[in-house]
């Protein structure tokens, strides 16, 4: 297949899709910016107000309410309002569970190939999402873990946009026969890149926009322990095969970050144990 269209390269060609508004952009719902932006303040939200909002969207309403009344919750009293459901929860588990009920919807897709790339993608972005939170309880730092759910749920965002993008090309121009080798090229090559402009134009908060930007780098901030964590999580998933690029020979105890969290080998391997288990669940947060 040739990588070349009148002059210019898929590459330029994706590009420019990526940026063009004929393209439909993956959508933060509403619901959940009006809750990141009361959230992000210096002091939580009233549970009144968190309620009200939460209840603008049926749908998701609806999921918080079964999460409150699913079987780790059993025993207790059913969940019939958006309050108590905060009131057992709390604010950042809902808001947690608001979010990947949001994203989960974005990853599938019509398109055969795609919605495979879509499928794994998701696997391995819940994955991130629990394991940075797992590890940043254990490495001391549990003030961060709502925190670390959302910066490994979104990390990888890029890739949902390009896929999306390859999608839309597909669909474009139906002689374009892209190989799977050129889709991950193209994943790998620009996922920061696009995932970094989408956090922003979501207007999520820097250090999320960060980690998007970030957790590839060679050279990091060892002092940013959101980063680092979620860093450390997504080398390990690729161990473990939870990833779009498995490489089963990384021995997370020699990367870097782990070094600069202070994550121990012993630690490393129960992480590992804890990410097979979430493979498992549908929803663990």
């Excluded at 002091?43 to 107000?49: N, R, S, T, V």
């Excluded at 374009?176 to 050129?182: G, Y």
């Excluded at 095969?241 to 070094?259: D, F, R, Y």
Aim: charged share 25%.
């Amino acid at each position: 297949m040739s990588h070349e269209k009148n002059g210019r390269s898929l590459l330029e060609i994706v590009r420019e899709y990526a940026t063009s508004e004929q393209l439909s952009l993956p959508v933060f719902p509403g619901v959940a910016v009006e809750l990141q932006q009361i959230m992000s303040e210096d002091e939580l939200p009233p549970i009144d107000q968190v309620a009200k909002i939460i209840s603008k969207d049926q749908a998701l309403a609806s999921q918080v309410l079964k999460l409150s009344n699913s079987a780790f919750f059993s025993g207790l009293n059913k969940v019939r309002t958006i309050r108590d459901a905060l009131m057992r929860l709390g604010i950042n588990q809902v808001f947690n569970c608001l979010v990947v009920s949001s994203q989960r919807s974005l990853y599938s897709s019509r398109d055969v190939v795609i919605d495979k790339y879509l499928k794994e993608l998701w696997k391995h972005a819940l994955a991130t999402a629990i394991g940075t939170k797992w590890l940043l309880k254990k490495t001391g730092y549990p003030d961060l873990g709502d925190e670390g759910f959302l910066a490994g749920l979104l990390h990888d965002i890029g890739k949902l946009l390009l896929l999306r993008v390859i999608e839309h090309l597909k669909q474009d121009n139906a002689e374009l026969d892209l190989s799977e080798v050129f889709i991950s090229e193209i994943l790998e090559s620009m996922h920061v890149e696009q995932g970094y402009n989408l956090m922003e134009e979501w207007c999520i908060p820097l250090n999320y926009c960060i980690v998007a930007r970030d957790h590839h780098l060679e050279e990091f901030d060892p002092s940013d322990v959101l980063l680092l964590a979620v860093r450390v999580v997504n080398q390990v998933c690729r161990k473990v095969g939870l990833s779009l690029k498995p490489e089963n020979h990384i021995v997370p105890a020699t990367l870097p970050e782990a070094h600069a969290l202070g994550v121990k080998e012993i630690m490393l391997a129960e992480l590992e144990i804890a990410l097979e288990d979430a493979a498992e669940l549908e929803l663990a947060i």
